[in-house]
């Protein structure tokens, strides 16, 4: 017997000059801003970014309702500055990166945070805590020319109460370091985003919360915690 399955279709995100940009996969960069690697237990000191992967299929766009995921009591925000490559590259020099680059655009990477302590006591993967559906909001994607990811405030309010502010400028690594580092493990491709890590303030999210995240120059993003998921 032969099986058949359905193709699923691809996962456009918006681009800011009307077209769409298909999303191939996610890169995320761990604890790239001192005060929340503190936050979070880690050593801020300037060691290789690390990062871990993602599914296409949990970008989401700006005004999106999110469902709260089941199986965690503790679901965090973290605001990023989210790279999206438009040109293959594999081992590039950090001079070469940003050649790279299609635009930029503003994240967020939602995380089961109780998923994700257990797993850094038991020394497993982060799976479980951040590929989560609907975890990845993504704002319009702004083209590369004319914005500068190395500085620019970073920020994200919870039904308008200030939680997380930075400077781009705060990142430890910087964004052609990253997608360098990246390109050393994987040919990145047009289509792969990179979000590039958050600033300290992460904390926990309710059922009709209304997050809105803003980086200068690139606009605000906005999405709404819905009830849990079923």
């Known amino acids: 017997m032969t099986l058949t399955f ?19 996969r996610l890169f995320c960069i761990g604890q790239n801003y001192a005060a929340h690697a503190r936050e979070m237990g880690g050593n801020p000191d300037r060691k290789p970014p690390f990062f871990f992967t993602a599914w296409a299929e949990t970008v989401v766009p700006d005004g999106s309702v999110i469902a709260y995921p089941p199986m ?27 050649a790279l680059v299609h635009g930029y655009a503003i994240g967020l990477d939602m995380t089961r945070r ?39 405030s970073i920020t994200l309010s919870i039904n308008g109460q200030p939680r997380q502010a930075g400077d781009l400028a705060d990142q430890i690594w910087s964004v052609p370091e990253i997608i360098a ?28 919360d209304t997050l809105v995240a803003a980086i200068e120059g690139l606009g605000t993003l906005t999405v709404t915690v819905g009830p849990a998921a079923h």
């Open 6 to 24: 359905p193709s699923a279709p691809p996962v456009l995100a918006p681009t800011t000059t009307g077209e769409q940009f298909p999303v191939r």
């Open 72 to 98: 965690t009591a503790d679901y965090h925000h973290e605001v990023e500055l989210v790279v999206a490559i438009g040109a293959p590259g594999r081992d590039v020099a950090p001079a070469d990166a940003l």
């Open 114 to 152: 109780d998923l994700q302590a257990a797993a850094k006591e038991a020394g497993r993967p982060w799976d479980a805590a951040k590929n989560v559906e609907a975890s990845k909001p993504l704002g319009p994607i702004h083209p590369a020319a004319g914005f500068d990811p190395a500085s620019g």
């Open 181 to 208: 580092h990246v390109s050393k493990f994987y040919r990145l491709e047009p289509g792969d985003l990179i979000y590039t890590g958050t600033p300290a303030g992460v904390g926990p999210v309710v059922p009709g």
